[in-house]
């Protein structure tokens, strides 16, 4: 029990800081710039800019027929956390309007920066199980019908009619130029910080002398190696094929082990988003 409580309650501490990052981001570099942060904050942002209304409150009037429509379609624990995340960035979002600076900077550090800086915020947010509402849940519901339309697909669809308002709004082509390197920008960040310190290389080895290479493998750089049985397509031949999971530092070591038992080995290498397992990131 003391454990569950403690965890709401770093939940909660997490949702206020990535919240408050992420509208430092918006008030302080995003709005003042004419450059929308896409999603209902950047409706938010749009409809302050045109008729002054408080970017916070109308955030969080927006998101309320959309988490009642995320609870009778999706529920579960994701909802009741984002509608929490969401009340806190709502709340958030008002108070830095209030007391924080404005910078009315060359906006192309505008957008870099800000999309940085939302990107950090945002990811503190969904690294504890929540997202900050609004279009995500637009997203996961609309998935949910048409499984082809992966959601960060979805999401970008979304994001791209939002800056179309901003533009119109804001009557400015470039605010949408500026618009797409923020996003841009933020999810790299966001990318990075979710998934960077687990990313690899997933190397698939066809070779005449899979015990050797397995063996000097498991030695040199410590990475387990599994090994499947397969049969040549063109050629009909049982041969072994060698899955290995490392990081991209560790692939030159590969490289040079397979060269040393067998020149006629073929390989691929892939790109892994994100590792869990024995000597890389446990699962939580």
């Not at 009037?61 to 529920?75: A, D, S, T, W």
């Not at 969401?86 to 209030?98: E, M, R, V």
């Not at 550090?109 to 990107?119: D, K, T, Y």
């Not at 500026?178 to 960077?196: F, H, K, P, R």
Request: glycine letters at 10%; aromatic letters at 8%; proline letters at 2%.
């Amino acid at each position: 029990m003391n454990k569950k409580i403690s965890r709401i309650g770093i939940d909660i501490l997490c949702y206020i800081i990535g919240s408050l990052i992420y509208s430092a981001a918006v008030s302080m570099f995003i709005s003042p710039n004419e450059i929308s942060p896409g999603g209902l904050t950047g409706i938010a942002t749009v409809l302050n800019y045109l008729f002054t209304l408080p970017s916070g409150i109308t955030l969080f009037l927006l998101n309320i027929p959309l988490i009642l429509l995320g609870f009778f379609k999706l529920g579960g624990i994701f909802i009741v956390k984002t509608s929490i995340a969401t009340i806190i960035l709502s709340a958030s979002l008002t108070l830095t309007d209030a007391i924080l600076p404005v910078f009315q900077v060359d906006k192309i550090l505008a957008s870099v920066f800000g999309g940085i800086i939302m990107g950090l915020g945002l990811s503190i947010v969904m690294r504890r199980g929540a997202s900050t509402g609004g279009i995500d849940i637009i997203a996961k519901i609309i998935n949910k019908r048409f499984r082809h339309l992966t959601v960060g697909r979805l999401i970008l669809i979304i994001d791209a009619f939002v800056i179309v308002i901003a533009t119109i709004a804001y009557k400015n082509l470039e605010s949408a130029l500026y618009s797409i390197v923020a996003l841009y920008a933020s999810s790299i960040v966001l990318d990075t910080v979710l998934y960077g310190a687990d990313k690899g290389k997933l190397i698939y080895i066809v070779t005449q002398f899979p015990q050797d290479v397995c063996n000097e493998i498991n030695t040199v750089i410590s990475r387990g190696v599994t090994i499947i049985n397969a049969k040549g397509g063109y050629t009909g031949q049982d041969r072994a094929l060698l899955l290995c999971t490392v990081r991209r530092y560790e692939v030159s070591a590969v490289y040079n082990i397979v060269d040393k038992y067998d020149r006629n080995a073929f390989i691929v290498l892939s790109d892994v988003g994100e590792i869990i397992g024995e000597g890389f990131k446990r699962m939580n």
